[in-house]
């Protein structure tokens, strides 16, 4: 969708005179945008301008996770109080500072006002709006109860988020401290310890310690070789990269390593667990079929192992097996949540059965990141004090070596 360049000039409720450009879909568009201000309108004209359509040339998601959310709650809490699908949208499109996601939600507007649903505009924008969202909303649409299912999604998305950012953060100062030793450890390698040789060579005889001139030969040989040491790194993390997406086998090798990997290993079951968990509890409890649940949910899932599980569980309910036989079956599936599926399954009550279940992991995820807190961080610190010591000490022997040789 195109939108048009307008340049206006107005006033404000002060009377200072106010001069603008926006795209919008009309002109009528733009009166209401400057009348939601409280703007007085002097003049409105449209113009061309060849920088302004390369502007709006886009890439990648125009949406993110936080924007999302936020745009989830806001449409809901409308619906809610009773305003209409198109009027939200339009009330929400000239709220909007942001120019590219003012355009996405004029988009929206305008494609249900051409008579599409708003599960069918959602799907036209993959990148933005996640599939399970969109199934979730043409669920809604069917039951007449979207503003209550836009807010819940709302309330999904934020605790995936939440989840998201709480791993990255018990992860982040780890690998903040394990960054500052080797930065340390290059600089007295390449700075202090060659200051070294020149004080023994004044020194007729004197011989360095071997720990000593191990770091002073590597600090030697990292301060010739260092553009083709960081040049071949380079080299290889890119062959690495290219190898690990355009090789399945290999990236599915990767996959499995680092759920093998001590503590993170865990920490990746359970974020892939929590979100089979979730998106399941969303779609069943709304009278999704368990077909399209899980085919939904293997479609927002990145994890390949994950996928391969969800897969195999397709295809043996098409067989006539248990749902929760591919589950039980699994190496990377925590016991608790396959008996869970398999008395759910026996009960006939799998929906209720994965709400309880995501409510639980929802619940032992802030205690298990706590636990990847409170293990990763003095292990790191200790090899961060280990490295700075081992470096101190191969400073401080020639000092002691030097004055019991002279």
Not at 92 to 117: A, C, D, H, P, W
Not at 168 to 183: E, G, H
Not at 228 to 250: A, C, E, Q
Request: glycine share 6%.
């Amino acid at each position: 969708m195109e939108l048009r360049n307008y340049k206006y000039i107005a006033t404000n409720s002060e009377g200072k005179s106010i001069h603008g450009k926006i795209e919008a879909l009309n002109r009528n568009v733009v009166v209401k945008y400057l009348q939601s201000k409280n703007y007085v309108i002097k003049n409105i004209t449209e113009y061309n301008n060849i920088l302004g359509k390369l502007d709006q040339i886009t890439f990648g998601s125009q949406l993110s996770t936080k924007n999302l959310i936020f745009f989830l709650k806001q449409l809901g809490s409308l619906l809610n109080a009773g305003v209409k699908l198109i009027s939200a949208l339009e009330l929400l499109s000239l709220q909007q500072e942001n120019r590219v996601q003012r355009k996405l939600y004029f988009e929206l507007y305008q494609q249900i006002n051409n008579g599409l649903t708003f599960s069918k505009a959602l799907s036209k924008r993959p990148k933005e709006f996640p599939n399970l969202l969109v199934q979730m909303v043409e669920i809604g649409e069917i039951s007449g109860e979207l503003g209550s299912t836009v807010i819940k999604m709302a309330e999904y998305y934020e605790h995936q988020m939440k989840l998201t950012t709480e791993i990255k953060a018990a992860l982040r100062m780890p690998l903040i401290y394990l960054a500052a030793a080797l930065l340390i450890s290059a600089g007295m390698l390449i700075f202090v310890f060659p200051n070294i040789t020149g004080l023994f060579a004044s020194f007729e005889g004197a011989e360095l310690p071997g720990i000593t001139q191990m770091f002073l030969n590597v600090g030697v040989f990292m301060k010739e070789y260092a553009l083709i040491i960081f040049g071949g790194l380079i080299v290889l993390s890119g062959v690495f990269i290219y190898i690990d997406r355009k090789v399945p086998k290999f990236h599915r090798f990767l996959t499995l390593l680092g759920l093998k990997m001590p503590i993170f290993g865990s920490l990746i079951q359970m974020s892939n667990q929590i979100l089979i968990a979730n998106s399941l509890s969303q779609m069943l409890s709304n009278g999704v079929n368990s077909i399209k649940a899980l085919q939904t949910t293997r479609g927002i899932l990145t994890n390949v192992i994950y996928k391969e599980l969800i897969l195999k569980t397709l295809k043996y309910i098409e067989d006539g097996k248990p749902f929760a036989k591919a589950f039980e079956e699994s190496n990377y599936i925590d016991p608790i949540m396959a008996r869970m599926i398999s008395t759910g399954e026996k009960t006939g009550n799998i929906p209720k059965l994965m709400e309880n279940l995501s409510a639980y992991y929802n619940g032992v995820s802030e205690m298990r990141i706590q636990q990847l807190k409170n293990s990763i961080q003095p292990i790191l610190l200790l090899v961060v004090y280990a490295i700075v010591g081992i470096l101190i000490l191969a400073i401080m022997l020639p000092m002691l070596s030097l004055g019991s040789q002279i």
